[in-house]
């Protein structure tokens, strides 16, 4: 059955391989088989970073760079948060219903209060009420989202439930977490620590050059090699051949393997070959994003007919809405 999946996408950052080969992978899936809304969650950057000098050029790299790793506008409904206005009104009415306390509690507010100490404001304490306000607008039945933002959806529901009782309707169905974690390969970081990430001598980003990519993979970090057969590899090791295992052919991982066993290996050829693995994924994506991001025609039409599409669905649901706060024509 189709099902109403939507999904909010932050407005910072570059795409690295670690989101293209978990998030990435289940909005291009998610986006044949179901009834997908996926947008650039622009206005919530501004709890954050409030300058307006890299604002659109923020959502431009953001939107460009989904776009040429494989989101498509002929599938998906793609659209930018801040070209809804309906979304804005929403977010008023369910700031009506939003306890502070409840706010204060939530854990992202808590790690911005410490970080960003002089600049608690009220967009910080009600961000998971416009992200309520994003999901809630288009009323979906999945949302995909990583462990940070669970408690974020949590509060969705609970305000969908406190709308529904105090205005006594059924207006908005409770979304649940759309969970494609536990089969997805952790894609490891350069560092030899965590997952990939986008710190720097961790991530490898999709717009990366070959150069660049090459620099990385070398730099990565590994040891002084195995100095008995078939021991266990450290967790740098076995990053570097979960990456390749991702991005190479099996019998490639194969001789590796064989040559780690027998202690033959050496880690700049494994790094070498690792290194023009990851190219032939992502060189052809780069490409696409330059060709896409200085296509500002394209760009225009596919942001124009995904505001109107959007448009249309929070519309419906914000007519409903306003009835049953009671808002009313004279
Ligand atoms: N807060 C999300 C993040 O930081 C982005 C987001 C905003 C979102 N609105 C959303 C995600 C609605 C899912 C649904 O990743």
Known sequence: MKEIV??????????????????????????????????????????????????????????????????????????????????????????????????????????????????????????????????????????????????????????????????????????????????????????GAGKMGKSEGNGIFLADDEKTIHKKVMRAVTDSGPTAPNSEMPDPIKNIFTLLQVVSAPDVVAHFRAAYNNCTIRYGDLKKQLAEDICKVTLPIRARIQEIGADAGYLRKVTQRGAAQARESAQATLKEVRKAVGIREF
Request: charged fraction near 25%; charge should be negative.
């Open 6 to 191: 939507l999904s909010g996408i932050r407005s910072t950052g570059h795409l690295h391989l670690g989101n293209y080969f978990g998030a990435l992978r289940n909005f291009i899936t998610m986006q044949a088989e179901h009834r997908c809304y996926f947008f650039i969650a622009d206005l919530h950057s501004l709890t954050t970073h409030p300058k307006p000098d890299d604002f659109h050029g923020n959502v431009h790299r953001v939107l460009t760079e989904y776009l040429a790793a494989g989101l498509d506008p002929e599938m998906a409904t793609i659209f930018v948060q801040s070209d809804i206005p309906e979304v804005a009104e929403l977010y008023v009415l369910l700031n009506m219903i939003a306890y502070k306390g409840e706010l204060e509690r939530t854990a992202s507010f808590k790690d911005k209060v410490r970080k960003q100490e002089d600049n608690v404001n009220a967009g910080l304490l009600t961000y998971p009420v416009l992200m309520a306000a994003d999901i809630l607008i288009h009323r979906p039945a999945k949302v995909p989202v990583g462990k940070d933002q669970e408690q974020h959806l949590e509060i969705t529901r609970t305000l969908a439930r406190r709308f529904n009782r105090l205005y006594d309707t059924d207006v908005f169905p409770e979304p649940t977490a759309f969970n494609f974690g536990s089969e997805l390969v952790k894609i490891p970081g350069l560092d």
